[in-house]
């Protein structure tokens, strides 16, 4: 009986031991090593409304255009129209990696004004004001996150009215022009809905006639009037995202 007493005390010993040298071996457990949440891309995909302030300058070439039938097309001067100019814009992006389509619209009035003395007569003042300038255009883009590179093109309109003095007579003629443009910018998100950006656009609007009711000959008569434009604008946008559009 003491024999068995006896190894089972050793039995108990051991056990105690070979637990006790395992605990130590193992140490305390740690908990699993997480990596940190990284931030969700920025993403462009959404539709935006904003607005815009900046200047615009167009050179334009005016010609003696048609008179009693005849096509003079002779060469009376040029002028620069200029002046401020402030509007709103509306565009849809669609993001997929790092490019960006979009579609947009905008609108700007404008107080762009030029004149110039005919060089073939210095009673003649020729003299433009522009109202509005007008685009629709498509963008393509690169994205660097919340930095967005773009170009776009597309159709551009402007409207103005284009006045003749010549002592004690004045005449003018309204006109709505269209044309083309190119452009070029770059935006950049302050938050998931708000973006700024800065942008260089040239709209060509090619040559049109100007008519003037011409009361000497009772034979109306006309200038060819050609108009190149630029335009640099700031402007800030709100976008509202896409349905299931990551939110950070």
Not at 135 to 154: C, H, M, N, Q
Not at 169 to 191: K, N, P, Q
Request: aromatic share 20%; charged share 15%.
């Amino acid at each position: 009986m003491n024999r068995l007493y006896c190894f089972g005390a050793v039995i108990v010993a051991a056990a105690s031991f070979a637990t006790a040298s395992w605990g130590a071996d193992m140490g305390v457990r740690q908990p699993a090593y997480k990596a940190p949440p990284m931030a969700a891309a920025y993403n462009w995909t959404g539709c935006y409304v904003g607005g815009h302030v900046g200047y615009g300058w167009a050179h334009e070439q005016w010609d003696y255009g048609y008179y009693a039938g005849t096509n003079y097309n002779t060469d009376y001067g040029s002028q620069t129209t200029s002046g401020v100019l402030a509007g709103g814009q509306v565009g849809c992006n669609y993001q997929t990696g790092i490019w960006v389509f979009g579609l947009e619209g905008d609108f700007s009035w404008t107080d762009a004004k030029g004149n110039h003395v005919d060089p073939f007569g210095g009673s003649y003042h020729h003299s433009t004001t522009l109202d509005w300038v007008a685009t629709a255009t498509a963008r393509l883009g690169i994205a660097f996150d919340r930095s967005l590179l773009y170009v776009k093109g597309g159709a551009a309109w402007d409207s103005g009215k284009y006045n003749m003095f010549l002592s004690p007579y004045s005449y003018s003629d309204r006109l709505t022009r269209t044309g083309w443009t190119v452009g070029a910018g770059w935006e950049y998100g302050l938050t998931p809905n708000w973006s700024v950006k800065l942008e260089y656009n040239y709209l060509d609007f090619g040559k049109d006639d100007v008519w003037w009711d011409y009361q000497y000959a009772n034979d109306p008569w006309s200038y060819h009037v050609s108009q190149k434009m630029h335009v640099v604008k700031g402007g800030i946008n709100y976008r509202f995202g896409a349905p299931g559009y990551p939110r950070y």
